[in-house]
C-alpha cells in the first residue's frame, strides 16, 4: 500500500521543505498521513472545482502548487470559501498536500519546467540560493537559435495555458532574443536581476505598471533589453504540474493526473 506519507516523502526528496521562504506553509494541509493513496491529482490552486474534479477522477489526494491556508483564518466553516473546501475534502476522504515556494526554488521545480517549454537550454537559477548552483529562483538560459520578440511572445502563448490574461509583451517586437530569463509566479521583484544577468528578455507575471515602467525606462538607456513578456500567474505554473505528476507516478507507482481545469481568476478582456 501506498500511504498519503509516502506521498509526501516522495515529493519532499523532490522539493525539500527547507527550500521554502520562512513565510510560506508547505506540506500536508488536510488528510492523514496513514490513509491510502492510490490516485492523485496535481494543479495550480485548491479551489472548490479542482476538489470536485479530484471526486469525480476518483482522486484521493490533490497535490497543488499554492496552499490553502497561507494566511490565518479564525474558522472553517462550512459557510466560509476555504472552510467550504476542507469539509469537502474531508467528506470525500481526499488529503491536500502542496509545494508553494519550495517548488519554486528546487532545481527540478517551477522555474525549470516553465524554462523548459519555451526551449531555454541550459538554465541555471536567475538568483542562485544558498550558493547552490541548481537551486534558487527564476531560470536563465538560451534558446538554441536566436528568433524575434514577437516569435518567443508567440511560443509563449502556444505553449502555456491560455487565459483571458494573455502574453502581454514590452519591448521591440523585432528585436532578437536569444538569453532569456524566467520566473513561475509574481516576478517584478526580480525584474533588476534579469538586467543584471544580460537577459535579452524577461517573463513571469503580475508585472505591475510602476516597477514595469521603471525596468522598460532603464533598458531604454541602453540596448532596450530586457524586453519583458507578462503571461498569467496561473499559466506560469502550471507547467510544474506535468513535471511533478510524471515524477511521483514514477517514484510511488500511484495513478497520477493533471488537472484540465483553469483556475486563473479571470474569465473574460474586452
Not at 537577459?199 to 532603464?218: I, W
Not at 530586457?226 to 517514484?251: K, N, Q
Request: net charge negative.
Amino acid at each position: 500500500m501506498t500511504s498519503v506519507a509516502d506521498v509526501m516523502d516522495a515529493l519532499e526528496k523532490r522539493f525539500p521543505l527547507d527550500l521554502a521562504e520562512d513565510w510560506d506553509v508547505n506540506g500536508l494541509c488536510v488528510g492523514r498521513p496513514d490513509a491510502e493513496a492510490t490516485r492523485a491529482l496535481f494543479a495550480v490552486d485548491p479551489t472548490m472545482a479542482v476538489v470536485q474534479e479530484a471526486v469525480e477522477a476518483g482522486c484521493d489526494i490533490i497535490v497543488t502548487h499554492h496552499p490553502l491556508l497561507l494566511r490565518g483564518v479564525t474558522t472553517v466553516h462550512a459557510g466560509t470559501p476555504k472552510g467550504a473546501v476542507i469539509h469537502a475534502l474531508i467528506e470525500s476522504g481526499i488529503a491536500l498536500y502542496n509545494a508553494h515556494t519550495n517548488a519554486d526554488h528546487a532545481g527540478t521545480g517551477v522555474a525549470e519546467a516553465l524554462a523548459e517549454v519555451l526551449g531555454v537550454s541550459g538554465a541555471l537559477p536567475l538568483i542562485p540560493l544558498r550558493d547552490d548552483a541548481e537551486q534558487g529562483t527564476g531560470r536563465i538560459g538560451r534558446l538554441d537559435t536566436p528568433i524575434t520578440l514577437r516569435a518567443f511572445a508567440e511560443r509563449a502563448a502556444t505553449v502555456l495555458p491560455e487565459t483571458s490574461h494573455g502574453v502581454r509583451v514590452a519591448g521591440d517586437l523585432d528585436g532578437t532574443v536569444q538569453t532569456i530569463a524566467v520566473v513561475g509566479g509574481s516576478g517584478d521583484s526580480f525584474l533588476a536581476a534579469a538586467r543584471e544577468a544580460g537577459a535579452d528578455v524577461y517573463l513571469t507575471a503580475d508585472l505591475r505598471h510602476h516597477p514595469a515602467s521603471d525596468a522598460r525606462e532603464a533598458a531604454l538607456l541602453g540596448d532596450g533589453r530586457p524586453y519583458l513578456v507578462d503571461v498569467a500567474h496561473y499559466a506560469s505554473e502550471w507547467t510544474w504540474l506535468e513535471a511533478a505528476a510524471e515524477y511521483l507516478g514514477d517514484a510511488t507507482g500511484i495513478d497520477t493526473l493533471v488537472s484540465t481545469l483553469t483556475t486563473d481568476p479571470w474569465t473574460a478582456r474586452f
